[in-house]
Nanobody
C-alpha cells in the first residue's frame, strides 16, 4: 500500500507559477513510477505527466510540455509538479498517483491515488 497526499494547490493568475507536492508513505516510494493527472469540471481525468523510478525519466502530455516539470525527492518521499506559464485551461483538480508499470500514462495503469488538490487559474 502507498498513501499519497497532495498539497500546494490554490488560486493563481494566468501566466503565473505554482508547485504542487505529493507526499508518499507506505511501501517504498522510490520503487514506483509516479504520475500526475488532472480533472477539470465536466471533463474526464487526464494524464499530465510522469516520472520513472529507474533513471527518473520524465514524459508529459503535449498540453503541458515545456511548461510543467515533474521531479521527485526519494529521500523525502515526495513528488513535485512545477507548473509555469499557467493558462486558464489548466484549472483542475490535480492528482498524484503511483504505478508499478514503466511509461504508464493511463488511469488504469495506476493503483494508488491521492485525494487531489485544486488549482484555479484566473484571468
Amino acid at each position: 500500500q502507498v498513501q499519497l497526499v497532495e498539497s500546494g494547490g490554490g488560486l493563481v493568475q494566468a501566466g503565473g507559477s505554482l508547485r504542487l507536492s505529493c507526499a508518499a508513505s507506505g511501501r517504498t516510494f522510490s520503487r514506483y513510477n509516479m504520475g500526475w493527472f488532472r480533472q477539470a469540471p465536466g471533463k474526464e481525468r487526464e494524464f499530465v505527466g510522469a516520472i520513472t523510478w529507474i533513471g527518473s525519466s520524465t514524459y508529459y502530455a503535449d498540453s503541458v510540455k515545456g511548461r510543467f516539470t515533474i521531479s521527485r525527492d526519494s529521500a523525502k518521499n515526495t513528488l513535485y509538479l512545477q507548473m509555469n506559464s499557467l493558462k486558464l485551461e489548466d484549472t483542475a483538480v490535480y492528482y498524484c498517483a503511483a504505478s508499478d508499470m514503466t511509461w504508464a500514462s493511463k488511469i488504469s495503469d495506476y493503483a494508488y491515488w491521492g485525494q487531489g488538490t485544486q488549482v484555479t487559474v484566473s484571468s
